[in-house]
């Protein structure tokens, strides 16, 4: 029975760019098929272990390619999964997988001059096809007893048809007409030259008209001595589908307290910054080169999804099913080693090339700040790897909590922060001076999560992190020259302004932590901060948020809250606009200031007092 079927939006876009864009490197294509049928024998020799009723089962497990000059096509063909009716609906008409699916949402947000650097990135799997063939026929049969024998075709266009098939085996077969300027992938040599560099990757037998062109080699096996960076590099994009280039790698061997060859990779390119959506955990589980579960779930920390590659243990027994896996000792054991040793690698590297970690840093530290917020055994090693801007670095540059805690000053007991939206923001706040005077570094962190993540993380070697605004830091008397107001004068300050604002201020007091600033506002203990305020109301939270008091403190020396003093009995009108305007500025730097119209009012008032 013929059917045809529209390809999905999505997929004809995907398509329409595939097809004309001037595409330089288009032998990826070659990588891209060999691959998907490699994964569709690796996730056979699964099923066989569990399945007694498998179609075909006989078939051997080798690609096998070959070329037709005359007839210009180019074959491809496995004895894997195969599919199902519905999966070529599913796999071959709609955008499923990851790789199209950021490519997709990239193009989304890129102009079109920007098409064919983008498949470059992101790699768009089988459409890949499309790219040499102007016809693709896709014969297959699933390895289940059931299936039908059926052939997908398309010229990539909007549509494709599903017809039935007098193939009779297993697994996928798929024909590539290939297009006039495409002549050479029909030629051997040619076909040869490209599959010679990641064959060796693949863990079945890789066939050229016949001949054998691979020897089978699980690459994270061998000695680190006898691989190139272009090898590693080769079976990154090989295994893990990946365009970009591996940002740091990580291969070793280890014998207790369980035998581990692992080969790691961590991307370039942050997939999920495209809005895509989570990535899936990509770490491939093996027991002596056979896969055990491609995209193991509970093998690596969730906050991990980034890191690639494969992690092979003989110690694990070959037909452990998927589901006791999950939750085996042994599996658990496997995971803990690696992120240790992986943690431990990134921390060496980036001591090593800072510039280098900053730059990837910058991509991923959200995992990092994730991995801080849910993964309590790594925590520590984890707080090692993060990085802040600070009052001693230049803006851009960071810090890390180590080269922190080396720095401080003697007598500096805690490691201070302040969260807000920019280094302006901060720096123009009356907060970090008087930390600057004393000469204690403050940390300076610019997204609303970092408060969150900082309060999970609490501590760093032993020292409390501290929020600069927050209410029970006591610096000492800050080194601020000048007069101040007498003691009994600022009290009764206090009391005048405690009894004008008591619907928004808890307390009023002198502060010895303002430098240059008239005042500050601080939150009380046990209230929201405003970082998690402003988190709330991001996410649309703020309906049900108790409007909170605050403490507000003033600055004795400072002329203005000098000139106050003597102007409340003079003019209080006056006087009391002022102090409602400097409480609000001190609002406004501290990210509370919920209805900034009401300034414009009062300062409206006070610049006609001023004028006249
Ligand atoms: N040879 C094959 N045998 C069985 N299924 C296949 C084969 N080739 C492709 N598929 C199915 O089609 C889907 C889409 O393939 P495609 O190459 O576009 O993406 P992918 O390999 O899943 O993703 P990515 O390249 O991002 O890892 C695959 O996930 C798989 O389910």
Redesign the pocket.
């Known amino acids: 029975m013929s059917q045809t079927h529209e390809f999905q939006a999505e997929v004809k876009q995907v398509l329409d760019i595939v097809i004309h864009s001037l595409y330089t490197d288009r032998e990826i294509f070659i990588r891209?098929?060999v691959?998907?049928?490699s994964?569709?024998m690796e996730?056979m020799r699964l099923t066989q272990l569990t399945e007694k009723e498998v179609f075909d089962d006989t078939a051997a497990l080798e690609i096998s390619i070959t070329t037709d000059e005359a007839a210009r096509t180019l074959t491809i063909a496995?004895h894997?999964?195969?599919?199902t009716r519905a999966?070529l609906v599913e796999?071959?008409g709609t955008i499923?997988?990851?790789?199209?699916k950021a490519f997709a949402a990239a193009l989304k947000n890129a102009g079109k001059q920007n098409d064919a650097q983008l498949i470059g990135q992101f790699?768009?799997?089988?459409?890949s096809a499309f790219m040499v063939a102007d016809k693709v026929e896709?014969h297959?049969h699933s390895w289940r007893k059931e299936g039908e024998h059926l052939i997908w075709t398309s010229d990539g266009s909007t549509s494709y048809t599903i017809d039935d098939s007098s193939d009779q085996a297993r697994?996928?077969k798929?024909v590539l007409h290939l297009k006039e300027d495409a002549a050479e992938f029909a030629q051997k040599h040619r076909v040869k030259q490209i599959l010679e560099k990641y064959s060796n990757f693949v863990s079945f037998p890789v066939m050229l008209d016949g001949e054998r062109v691979n020897t089978v080699e699980a690459l994270w096996l061998k000695s680190k001595d006898g691989i190139t960076d272009e090898q590693y590099t080769e079976f990154y994009r090989f295994a893990a589908?990946a365009f970009d280039e591996p940002s740091y790698r990580l291969h070793f061997q280890a014998e207790s307290p369980i035998a581990i060859n692992a080969l790691l990779f961590t991307p370039t390119q942050n997939m999920e910054s495209f809005g895509m959506g989570q990535m899936e955990p990509n770490v491939g589980l093996y027991c002596k080169k056979v896969l055990i579960d491609p995209k193991p779930k509970k093998l690596l920390p969730e906050w991990m999804r980034f890191v690639r590659g494969v992690i092979d243990s003989e110690d694990l027994p070959l037909n452990i099913s998927r589901e006791s896996m999950q939750d085996s000792a042994l599996v658990k054991k496997l995971g803990d080693v690696v992120v240790k040793r992986l943690l431990k690698h990134l921390d060496k590297e980036a001591v090593e090339d800072p510039k280098k970690y900053n730059e990837f840093y910058s991509n991923f530290s959200r995992f990092f700040k994730e991995g801080i917020a849910t993964d309590y055994t790594n925590r520590d090693a984890i707080a090692k790897l993060l990085r802040f801007e600070s009052s001693m670095t230049e803006p851009g540059e960071t810090v890390s909590l180590s080269d922190y805690v080396k720095r401080m000053k003697e007598g500096q007991k805690e490691i201070y922060y302040q969260v807000a939206t920019s280094r302006s923001s901060i720096e123009s706040g009356p907060y970090v001076a008087a930390f600057k005077a004393k000469g204690y570094e403050v940390l300076y962190m610019f997204e609303h999560i970092d408060e969150y993540v900082i309060s999970s993380l609490n501590k760093f070697e032993d020292k409390d992190l501290k929020s600069v605004n927050a209410p029970d830091i006591d610096l000492g008397d800050s080194s601020e020259e000048g007069e101040a107001l007498a003691e009994a004068d600022a009290t009764s300050l206090c009391d005048w302004i405690k009894e004008r604002l008591s619907t928004q201020v808890e307390t009023v007091r002198t502060g010895k932590r303002l430098v240059g600033s008239p005042a500050l506002v601080l939150t009380p203990e046990g209230e929201m901060s405003p970082q998690i305020r402003q988190m709330m109301k991001a996410m649309g939270k703020d309906g049900d948020m108790p409007g909170s008091k605050v403490i507000f403190e003033i600055n004795p020396r400072h002329p203005l809250v000098r000139n106050l003093s003597g102007l409340r009995a003079k003019d209080p009108e006056t006087a009391g606009l002022i102090t409602e305007q400097i409480l609000d500025n001190a609002l406004l730097s501290a990210g509370l200031l919920d209805e900034p119209q009401r300034i414009i009012e009062r300062t409206q008032k006070l610049m006609e007092k001023l004028s006249a």
Not at 96 to 100: F, K, L, N, R
């Open positions: 891209e098929l691959s998907n049928a994964d569709a996730k496995d894997g999964i195969g599919m999966e796999n071959l499923a997988h990851s790789g199209s790699g768009v799997g089988f459409y896709v297959t697994g996928c798929i589908h």
